[in-house]
């Protein structure tokens, strides 16, 4: 890993600049390569240009000034882009079809614009999560447009990005998967990410610190395109099932008076198991999860394979939804005309994206069933106002506390670290009752108790106010 070559700058396109795209181009800027961000969104590419990051993602904006213009820029014209690039990152959207398939229209239209803008032997790689076969796919549709077999490759180099964490994760990455179909290409993802995985990038003046050192830098996988492929699937439809899991576990935790939390630190401590996606709540969400579990499940459906255990996997994922909302309806008896402080609308913490938020589904329950919403989010309110704008219903407030005046009752719907450090004293008097309803267990139910309040979570005995007897199952 140490001749020259390996460590040499590599001209690099990344097409889309979502979460994915942009943390990808910023990053590999941070790591020394020549990077065009291609983007068709244009008032994006502008507010880009003038260093303004329009995602909210740690570490981002500041990286983002610090390489614009020099290791990387932006534009709308894909020729720019292509023409100086040996590899093109493709990392436009993937959303859910109809069938629970990935849409791919973007990526066959962004390979169609590839085809006709190649000069030269350019290495294609799929950034976005995509279904296993797609590289054929991308390679057919090359050959459609003229494109000869000697001059691209195609590789598959899933990102598996959190968002919130996005930057640390790319840079300080658990491994970094590269499905290549022969060496050439394989090469040139190993000269990419050389900076990682031969630790050179750890020494730099100013690198992000985390996990990852010179001593013990980035791990890289070499594996077939398929593989690299199912691997991103795997992975993510592992972590969604090790959350509905859980889920599972805290539903039945809850029914013989167990607590969850508890439960999973037991588990959590073998290492086999491990204790990280063990969080019980109301559910995952976002944009890679619940697609992706869905996409798998097509994946192996259309290859006759039996894998009903993620149909089970979205089906508990939907149910925690469902039955935390009854937790509301009981905690309050009826609905209609009441009001709630609604803590959180992003789809977990430390991020402003609402794609698939469990928050703003519960919220959308709530409203239809007549409830007054007073909602906050450290980061998601004008996410959420494009989607859910307020109405008579719907009112978006600038503190938890203002959210809590003469509200029935608070529910928190998001993991912020901010909602686990309330005053609760200032929270109990702002509420009409002292009732809080938790879906992601932030608080300890012994602290609830004493200062006060009914605490309802998941997985965790019910704690009742001195003055409000506890409800009956009868009287749902
Ligand atoms: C990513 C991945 O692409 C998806 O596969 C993964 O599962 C989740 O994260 P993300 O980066 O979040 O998606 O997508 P999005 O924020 O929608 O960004 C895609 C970008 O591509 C947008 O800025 C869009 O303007 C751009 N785009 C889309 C193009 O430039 N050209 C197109 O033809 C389509
Ligand atoms: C995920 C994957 O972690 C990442 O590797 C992949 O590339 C993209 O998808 P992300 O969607 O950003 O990342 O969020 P993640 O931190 O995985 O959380 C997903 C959802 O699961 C959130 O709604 C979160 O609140 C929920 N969650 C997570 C739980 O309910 N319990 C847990 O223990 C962990």
């Known amino acids: 890993m140490s001749d020259s070559n390996v460590t040499a700058s590599v001209n690099?396109?990344?097409?889309?600049?979502?979460?994915?795209?942009?943390?990808?181009?910023?990053?590999?800027?941070?790591?020394?390569?020549?990077?065009?961000?291609?983007?068709?969104?244009?008032?994006?590419?502008?507010?880009?240009q003038r260093g303004e990051t329009p995602i909210f993602e740690a570490h981002?904006?500041?990286?983002?000034?610090?390489?614009?213009?020099?290791?990387?820029?932006?534009?709308?014209?894909?020729?720019?882009?292509?023409?100086?690039?040996?590899?093109?990152?493709?990392?436009?959207?993937?959303?859910?079809?109809?069938?629970?398939?990935?849409d791919l229209s973007y990526v066959e239209a962004v390979v169609s614009q590839i085809a006709q803008a190649m000069n030269g032997y350019k290495v294609l790689v799929e950034k976005s999560t995509v279904p296993v076969y797609t590289n054929e796919w991308i390679t057919r549709c090359m050959h459609r447009h003229g494109v000869a077999s000697d001059r691209f490759d195609i590789v598959s180099n899933p990102e598996f990005l959190r968002e919130g964490t996005a930057v640390g994760d790319f840079l300080h990455p658990?491994?970094?998967?590269?499905?290549?179909?022969?060496?050439?290409?394989?090469?040139?993802?190993?000269?990419?990410?050389?900076?990682?995985?031969?630790?050179?990038y750890y020494t730099q003046p100013g690198a992000l610190e985390g996990p990852c050192s010179a001593e013990e830098p980035a791990k890289l996988v070499v594996t077939s395109a398929q593989s690299a492929e199912i691997i991103k699937h795997a992975a993510n439809a592992f972590l969604a099932m090790k959350i509905s899991?859980?889920?599972?576990?805290?539903?039945?935790?809850?029914?013989?008076?167990?607590?969850?939390?508890?439960?999973?630190?037991?588990?959590?401590?073998?290492?086999?198991?491990?204790?990280?996606?063990?969080?019980?709540?109301?559910?995952?969400?976002?944009?890679?999860?619940?697609?992706?579990?869905?996409?798998?499940?097509?994946?192996?459906?259309?290859?006759?394979?039996?894998?009903?255990?993620?149909?089970?996997?979205?089906?508990?994922?939907?149910?925690?939804?469902?039955?935390?909302?009854?937790?509301i309806h009981s905690a309050l008896w009826t609905l209609r005309g009441k009001k709630i402080a609604a803590l959180g609308l992003a789809f977990k913490s430390d991020t402003d994206?609402?794609?698939?938020?469990?928050?703003?589904?519960?919220?959308?329950?709530?409203?239809?069933?007549?409830?007054?919403?007073?909602?906050?989010?450290?980061?998601?309110?004008?996410?959420a106002q494009r989607v859910l704008p307020a109405s008579e219903l719907l009112s978006y407030v600038a503190d938890p506390y203002t959210a809590a005046e003469h509200a029935d009752a608070t529910v928190i719907l998001t993991e912020?670290?901010?909602?686990?450090?309330?005053?609760?004293?200032?929270?109990?008097?702002?509420?009409?009752?002292?009732?809080?309803?938790?879906?992601?267990?932030?608080?300890?139910?012994?602290?609830?108790?004493?200062?006060?309040?009914?605490?309802?979570?998941?997985?965790?005995?019910?704690?009742?106010?001195s003055t409000m007897g506890r409800p009956r199952k009868s009287t749902i």
């Open 12 to 48: 690099i396109c990344v097409i889309g600049s979502g979460y994915v795209g942009l943390v990808a181009a910023v990053c590999f800027a941070e790591m020394g390569h020549h990077v065009v961000c291609v983007d068709n969104n244009e008032e994006k590419v502008a507010q880009l």
């Open 416 to 465: 912020w670290k901010q909602f686990a450090e309330l005053d609760l004293n200032r929270m109990n008097r702002a509420l009409k009752f002292p009732i809080m309803i938790d879906g992601r267990n932030l608080y300890s139910p012994a602290v609830m108790r004493d200062h006060g309040f009914t605490y309802v979570s998941v997985g965790r005995p019910a704690i009742y106010a």
């Open 245 to 327: 899991f859980i889920n599972a576990v805290a539903n039945l935790a809850e029914a013989v008076e167990a607590d969850i939390e508890d439960i999973a630190l037991g588990m959590g401590l073998d290492a086999r198991i491990g204790p990280r996606f063990l969080r019980a709540g109301l559910g995952y969400g976002g944009s890679c999860f619940p697609k992706d579990v869905a996409a798998f499940s097509w994946v192996a459906e259309q290859q006759g394979v039996d894998f009903h255990l993620l149909s089970e996997v979205r089906k508990i994922n939907e149910r925690q939804l469902d039955l935390f909302f009854e937790k």
């Open 353 to 383: 994206d609402i794609r698939d938020s469990p928050a703003i589904a519960l919220i959308r329950r709530l409203l239809e069933a007549g409830v007054k919403v007073a909602a906050y989010d450290p980061a998601a309110m004008e996410s």
């Open 174 to 200: 658990d491994r970094i998967v590269v499905g290549a179909n022969n060496e050439r290409s394989a090469e040139l993802l190993r000269r990419i990410y050389a900076p990682l995985t031969d630790g050179s």
């Open 60 to 102: 981002l904006p500041e990286m983002l000034v610090r390489h614009l213009n020099k290791g990387v820029k932006f534009t709308t014209d894909l020729a720019e882009g292509i023409h100086p690039a040996e590899a093109v990152f493709i990392a436009v959207g993937t959303p859910q079809g109809n069938t629970g398939a990935a």
